[in-house]
């Protein structure tokens, strides 16, 4: 901490040195003091080479470098000042207070650091001739010397102190607001739509022509299995035939068929000692699966794929125009929004394409896991699941890009992402059905 305030003394922002005139102050820094008597006398603002001076004064008296005298009464006389006599308890909770009145005059709290004024001067009077105290009350009052301690005690004075900081920071959010969205251009907007374009046609490309090639491998390999079990069936005996149940042979009760055939041997199975030949498990994918998804995807064929993936892309792109189209409507025109159309869509462009990155992964374990497990249904569970956590999340951060693009509620955002997203799905939807008609 000491260090940063250090920084701060050198900073070109006038708020940031007496931020750090008052931290080294605090802190009784004494490495602070040849900087803060540099400030004393170069600082381009008045307000800070009076406060470096205080500064510099408080921490040579509170290290013992100068001695604080006890006025005489002669001296008390002269000056107008009376020292009274405070315990020890009542001083040092009084120090306490104005220590905590610096932290909160930094935080930008100028209501508690004033009220915190006042009660350390109740508890220790002696505080209204202290350097550091005066220094504090002139800061947060904008008086000067005896003025600004008793401005202290003027709640008028605190209340309109609150409402002007408060327009302050307020008026400072929408500045830097502002700034913030005015970061993105249309040229931005165009380069993310390119960029987006390119890993969906990507992403659509790769994930349907893995689709189809697993599902072109699983029915070379399980007609291959079936070709097997049925040589395996029809040998006299069946020597090769290990039934769901263990049995082995010819089965009393079984019908002779593929899904009541655990594996089949490499050759005839003899009992123990003699040592088991090679097997090959019977694959018993899904009914769904084996007649509807396995023969359609393993018919469509790479070419169809590669086709449907870049339509895929276009697709993807034109809905996720409409979602952006759609939330700037409404979070302009019904929620007062006060965002830019191209920040929320550099934003959420920038988003969808490292979600579409991610979901190439997640989609290809998913299709890996699917079509190895013949359709399994615990299987398509799983990957379900983890795509539907996948897309709650890139829909929560999506809502949180838009409540910081148009400074509202969340629930506000959740409501226009949520109308965009109905668009989205819309026009995905009516895409997708077209294209798969065409192609």
């Known amino acids: 901490m000491a ?8 900073s070109k922002d006038p708020e940031e040195r007496k931020s750090g005139i008052r931290g080294v102050a605090k802190s009784l820094d004494r490495n602070a003091l040849l900087q803060l008597a540099t400030m004393a006398g170069d600082d381009p603002d008045p307000n800070i080479r009076k406060l470096a001076q205080q500064a510099g004064v408080y921490i ?13 009464p002669s001296d008390t006389k002269s000056s107008g000042a009376k020292h009274i006599t405070v315990d020890d308890a009542s001083a040092q909770k009084a120090q306490k207070l104005m220590e905590y009145a610096s932290f909160q005059s930094e935080n930008g709290d100028k209501a508690k650091a004033m009220k915190a004024l006042v009660k350390a001067a109740e508890l220790d009077p002696n505080l209204r001739n202290d350097s550091f105290y005066i220094s ?33 920071k307020l008026d400072k959010e929408v500045k830097a607001h502002q700034d913030e969205v005015s970061t993105a251009s249309g040229r931005d907007v165009l380069f993310d739509s390119g960029l987006f374009l390119l890993i969906s046609v990507v992403v659509g490309v790769v994930l349907l022509f893995l689709t189809v090639y697993q599902a072109s491998q699983y029915k070379t390999n399980l007609e291959a299995n079936r070709k097997l079990v049925t040589e395996a069936l029809d040998e006299p005996g069946m020597p090769r035939v290990r039934w769901i149940d ?21 050759a005839p199975y003899a009992p123990p000692p003699a040592p088991e030949p090679a097997k090959t498990e019977v694959m018993k994918p899904t009914e769904l699966f084996e007649k509807s998804t396995m023969p359609y995807w393993s018919d469509l064929g790479i070419g169809r794929a590669v086709v449907r993936g870049i339509g895929f892309g276009l697709i993807a792109l034109l809905a996720v125009w409409g979602l952006l189209g759609v939330t700037h409507l409404f979070a302009r025109t019904f929620f007062g929004g006060d965002g830019r159309f191209a920040y929320t869509a550099h934003r959420l462009l920038t988003l969808y394409t490292g979600r579409a990155v991610l979901l190439v992964v997640i989609g290809f374990v998913g299709i890996m896991l699917y079509f190895g497990g013949g359709g399994d249904n615990s299987m398509a569970t799983i990957f379900l699941v983890i795509l539907g956590i996948f897309a709650f999340f890139t829909f929560l951060t999506s809502a949180t890009t838009v409540k910081n693009a148009y400074r509202f509620g969340i629930f506000s955002a959740i409501i226009v992402i949520l109308l965009g ?19």
């Not at 997203?421 to 294209?435: Q, Y």
């Open 246 to 266: 263990g049995e082995i042979g010819v089965h009393p009760t079984f019908d002779f068929e593929a899904k009541n055939v655990a594996l089949i041997y490499a």
């Open 136 to 168: 504090l009350s002139e800061t947060l009052t904008n008086l000067e010397g005896n003025a600004a301690i008793n401005a202290l005690r003027d709640e008028s004075r605190i209340e309109q102190t609150v409402q002007k900081d408060v327009q302050i």
């Open 60 to 72: 040579r008296q509170k290290t013992g470098d100068i001695e604080v005298p006890n006025p005489k």
């Open 3 to 10: 260090k940063e305030d250090l920084k701060k003394l050198r």
């Open 421 to 439: 997203l109905v668009v989205a799905i819309l026009i995905g939807g009516a895409g997708g059905f077209f294209l798969t008609q065409i192609v």
